[in-house]
């Protein structure tokens, strides 16, 4: 976890509306959050117990963001969600918000609400090494993917001719992989880097394509919807962490770095266009 020291400063304590979330967590002092436990380095659930990753810091944040808010000490209670459940859970009020690998859809948007982008990645095929010698078609390979999920669209849009397999979560689709099952899996290139490297054994991955994305994704976290107050206190949390990013010197640098830098378990640089992309999300004048 974060310490609480650095996070951005909001306003001061303001009555929440009565049916929305902040008074929720003014009433019982607990945020109720969901991510993913086999997602890293964005989540992933311990052994001990609890989670880590990079959307774990961001709802740490959003917890002290909301503790400002309330004027009262505030928990964050973190839940396990799967691809099939997670916006359900949110538009049912069972969960206050999801952090995790979401991409925002129209589609999706009937169910529940979105915050400003806090990433962006481009959608690849994961294969072993063995697999990506010579001229490869990725037409023709055998691709697993989750059901649920923006990527089975991309994929099937992108690689028409692919044969698509669906498995109900990220680990499942790489011990297919493992077992010869498939010959690739498909999500947004970091997830998959992540999934590599706890493979046990480890062995020898490509992206691919090499050179380009199947298509770009941007991650949002999944919101209530039409709870404006709390949908503007979780979007001042990333908009104020993204202040100097163009520069590298910015929170948001500091928590990437925790979890893609060079000495974080998958080094993933965060590029000059993804840079230039994040310091533009903000429509709000300061």
């Known amino acids: 976890m974060l310490a609480s020291s650095g996070a951005p400063r909001l306003a001061p304590p303001v009555h929440a ?16 959050a969901g991510t993913r436990a086999s997602a890293p380095p964005f989540a992933r659930k311990l052994e001990a117990g609890g989670f880590e990753g990079f959307s774990v810091d961001l709802l740490e944040l959003i917890r002290v963001a909301a503790e400002e808010k309330v004027g009262r000490p505030v928990a964050l209670e973190l839940h396990e969600v799967t691809p099939g459940d997670r916006l359900q859970r949110v538009a049912g009020g069972e ?16 169910l529940v609400d979105f915050s400003v982008p806090f990433f962006r990645d481009g ?24 059901e649920g999920t923006t990527t089975v669209a991309i994929v099937s849009d992108e690689l028409p001719t692919a044969n698509l397999h669906l ?11 493992a077992a010869g099952e498939v010959k690739g899996v498909a999500n947004i290139g970091i997830t998959l880097l992540g999934l590599a490297a706890k493979a046990k054994p480890r062995r020898s991955v490509v992206l691919l394509p090499r050179t380009y994305a199947l298509a770009m994704e941007t991650l949002a976290c999944v919101l209530p919807q039409n709870d404006s107050l709390w949908r503007d206190t979780v979007n001042r949390v990333i908009i104020d962490i ?22 974080s378990e998958i080094f993933y640089p965060l590029d000059r266009d ?3 992309y994040l310091s533009t999300v903000s429509i709000w004048a300061r």
């Open 95 to 110: 969960l206050d918000i999801v952090c995790g690998i979401t991409t925002p859809t129209w589609e999706r948007e009937v």
């Open 123 to 146: 959608t690849r095929i994961l294969t072993y090494r063995e697999h990506a010698t010579g001229g490869v078609d990725l037409g023709m390979f055998d691709i697993g993917v989750v």
């Open 167 to 177: 498995f109900p979560t990220m680990r499942d689709a790489m011990t297919a992989l």
């Open 242 to 263: 993204f202040s100097g990013v163009e520069d590298s010197n910015s929170r948001y640098d500091e928590i990437y770095d925790r979890w893609f830098g060079r000495h």
């Open 17 to 32: 509306a009565a049916d929305g979330v902040l008074a929720k967590i003014e009433a019982e002092g607990v945020i109720h």
């Open 274 to 276: 993804n840079r230039s």
